[in-house]
């Protein structure tokens, strides 16, 4: 029997290393107005190990930090994932197809007002909703549920046993 505390610390390490370098690796989409944050895809793990919500945040926190984020935006920015994955987690039994709200939701709120008055975007905050909200629906609403659909006929190999953390 695998130990259930490693287990859950190593797929957080993994899931917000891969967070990280995904943000990163695509940063002039991840940041700004408009934006198409693939990492995001990744908010939707909560449906298959509690270890997910932790590792986003980190990871979110990290990769701002990384991007060159504001103060501000490395908080509230991480808080809108941490906000979406527990969210998600929440919500792991309901149906699938509710997983993606959660972060679609609390990114489409929280960002354009970090963008506005962090940032000084002058741009009406209704119209960043819909940008960022837009790109939230991208990449977690139809990427995210992609990649929950894979890995969902291998979970239990990708994920060891059930974690009911």
């Known amino acids: 029997m695998k130990n259930?505390?490693?287990?859950?610390?190593?797929?957080?390490?993994?899931?917000?290393?891969?967070?990280?370098?995904?943000?990163?690796?695509f940063a002039p989409i991840s940041?700004?107005?408009?934006?198409?944050?693939?990492?995001?895809?990744?908010?939707?793990?909560?449906?298959?190990?509690p270890a997910a919500v932790p590792g986003l945040f980190v990871g979110c926190l990290l990769a701002n930090i990384l991007g060159g984020a504001i103060?501000?935006?490395?908080?509230?920015?991480?808080?809108?994932?941490?906000?979406?994955?527990?969210?998600t987690y929440l919500l792991r039994k309901k149906s699938k197809y509710l997983a993606p709200i959660p972060p679609i939701a609390a990114n489409t709120i929280i960002v354009p007002f970090?963008?506005?008055?962090?940032?000084?975007?002058?741009?009406?905050?209704?119209?960043?909703?819909?940008?960022?909200g837009a790109g939230e629906v991208i990449s977690?609403?139809?990427?995210?549920?992609?990649?929950?659909?894979?890995?969902?006929?291998?979970?239990e190999k990708i994920f060891g046993e059930t974690l009911t953390a």
Do not use: C, W
């Open 4 to 25: 259930k505390s490693t287990l859950f610390l190593v797929q957080a390490a993994m899931i917000g290393a891969i967070y990280v370098v995904l943000t990163v690796a």
């Open 71 to 87: 103060l501000p935006d490395i908080i509230f920015g991480s808080l809108a994932t941490l906000i979406g994955a527990v969210g």
């Open 114 to 132: 970090v963008l506005h008055f962090g940032y000084g975007v002058n741009l009406p905050i209704p119209l960043m909703m819909l940008t960022v």
């Open 31 to 49: 940041f700004g107005e408009v934006q198409i944050r693939f990492s995001e895809a990744l908010t939707l793990l909560p449906f298959f190990t």
């Open 140 to 155: 977690a609403g139809i990427i995210g549920l992609i990649l929950l659909n894979v890995l969902n006929t291998n979970r």
